[in-house]
T-cell receptor, first 111, second 110 residues
Framework: RKEVEQDPGPFNVPEGATVAFNCTYS??????FFWYRQDCRKEPKLLMS???SGNEDGRFTAQLNRASQYISLLIRDSKLSDSATYLC????????????FGRGTSLIVHP | DTGVSQDPRHKITKRGQNVTFRCDPI?????LYWYRQTLGQGPEFLTY????????KSRLLSDRFSAERPKGSFSTLEIQRTEQGDSAMYLC????????FGQGTRLTVV
């Protein structure tokens, strides 16, 4: 089983839709959690950190459920420019603190 | 530009040749990571440095791969005797908690 699992999609949604992605992780001792965005043939860029209390940044809301070991990302009022791959990232506990990436979920927002 | 810088951006090499990539991290970051990414997959961890010390290597990092970070500043990743399966995007990242990525080096082995 992979450390971080994501549905690769693609999720194909119209502009203005609300879309949610989930990600599960296998290591219960994982320490930190993030969502990254990656555009085609570009590097991953940090979208937001995910806290136990949940956090919101504009149209984006991230939540963490430690008991069930999953992380979610909700995008409201989707824009064409939201089309990208969304990568779930989990860091291991302990000294090495190495970010482990899921394979990403592809989002296509159409007019 | 104070971001992570990678060089070269693209590299085409013949099978069996050696290649070396360079990464200049954000200056105040002591953690540096190398990843490899192929089409349709997320970045896969290769190796990690804390300052100049290489603290962890993935099983993906065969003995043809070597990485260094002299003096805890820039890092190099060398691939010896390249194979077609080495074709991928090689990403460098630095950070304290979050990881910030360079634009990557796209390697094509022909």
């Amino acid at each position: 089983r992979k450390e971080v699992e994501q549905d690769p999609g693609p999720f194909n949604v119209p502009e203005g839709a609300t879309v949610a992605f989930n990600c599960t992780y296998s290591n219960s001792a994982s320490q930190s959690f993030f969502w990254y965005r990656q555009d085609c043939r570009k590097e991953p860029k940090l979208l937001m950190s995910v806290y136990s209390s949940g956090n919101e940044d504009g149209r984006f809301t991230a939540q963490l459920n430690r008991a069930s070991q999953y992380i979610s990302l909700l995008i409201r009022d989707s824009k064409l420019s939201d089309s990208a791959t969304y990568l779930c990232v989990v860091t291991r506990s302990g000294g090495s603190y190495i970010p482990t990436f899921g394979r990403g979920t592809s989002l296509i927002v159409h007019p | 530009d104070t971001g992570v810088s990678q060089d070269p951006r693209h590299k085409i090499t013949k099978r069996g040749q050696n290649v070396t990539f360079r990464c200049d991290p954000i200056s105040e970051h002591n953690r540096l990571y190398w990843y490899r990414q192929t089409l349709g997959q997320g970045p896969e961890f290769l190796t990690y440095f804390q300052n100049e010390a290489q603290l962890e290597k993935s099983r993906l990092l065969s003995d043809r791969f070597s990485a260094e970070r002299p003096k805890g500043s820039f890092s190099t990743l060398e691939i010896q005797r390249t194979e077609q399966g080495d074709s991928a995007m090689y990403l460098c990242a630095s950070g304290v908690t979050e990881a910030f990525f360079g634009q990557g080096t796209r390697l094509t082995v022909v």
